[in-house]
């Protein structure tokens, strides 16, 4: 029976989860990551050149079956043969087992822009259905374009395109040239996000508030009686 010590002493390896969930799509089978979990973990204890034949023994493989794998890693870009000078100044070939790193990141960074291409598409499809229904009509071929310019191309969010629309909607204007003009003044004023235009939408509105006010008071003081003054103290010594 395995000694729990034995079974410490032996140390761990820890593999990163991105490694375990995108190795296929690293191009890489079974056989190859086991390979390259097997030149990590005598990377990790200091064998930066470890025995293939002894790698061969633990995997069941001939010692060419395992240089053969090594290739393979190297030409898909998941491990590198490199070469440096020791305290006595001779060369030393070692693995490089940190350039999968690079591949991994080229990988998510794939990944990220299918999500953001998929996830941008059933927004614009969502904005197109919005817009049809404020504007209670089929949308024509121009508009659509212009809508999906907005997203591709002026990288502007599908809220914020929606908050344009509702104020061009409030003012009655159904029209995408409208519209545009309300993204732009945003743009111009480098209102990036639905909090910014909000904000700015409700000072707008405050200021407005305020003017009509000041505008209620200012007739009120015009439309006013004149009162003669009349200074009663001065009327009573004569």
Do not use: C
């Amino acid at each position: 029976m395995l000694e729990l010590q034995k079974f410490l002493n032996a140390g761990s390896t820890t593999i990163s989860n991105l490694i375990l969930k995108n190795y296929r799509a690293l191009g890489i089978n079974e056989e190859e990551v086991m390979l390259y979990f097997q030149l990590l973990m005598n990377a990790n204890e200091g064998k930066a050149f470890p025995d293939m034949k002894i790698i061969g023994e633990t995997m069941g493989l001939s010692i060419q079956e395992v240089y053969s794998l090594i290739q393979t890693l190297i030409n898909k870009h998941i491990i590198k043969l490199e070469s440096q000078q020791n305290e006595a100044g001779q060369q030393i070939d070692y693995y490089d087992v940190t350039v999968v790193y690079e591949a991994l990141k080229d990988i998510l960074n794939a990944q990220k822009q299918k999500s953001f291409v998929e996830q941008t598409q059933i927004d614009t499809r969502h904005l197109l259905h919005v817009f049809e229904q404020e504007f209670g009509r089929s949308l024509s071929s121009i508009e659509r374009e212009s809508i999906n310019y907005w997203v591709f191309d002026d990288h502007y969010s599908p809220e914020i395109i929606e908050l344009a629309l509702k104020e061009a909607v409030l003012n009655q204007v159904y029209n995408i040239k409208y519209i545009d003009r309300i993204l732009l003044s945003w743009e111009r004023k480098n209102l990036r996000s639905k909090a910014q235009v909000l904000n700015e939408l409700n000072h707008r509105k405050n200021q407005l508030r305020s003017q009509d006010k000041q505008a209620f008071i200012n007739e009120q003081e015009k439309n006013k009686p004149k009162i003669p003054l009349f200074n009663w103290l001065e009327n009573e010594d004569k």
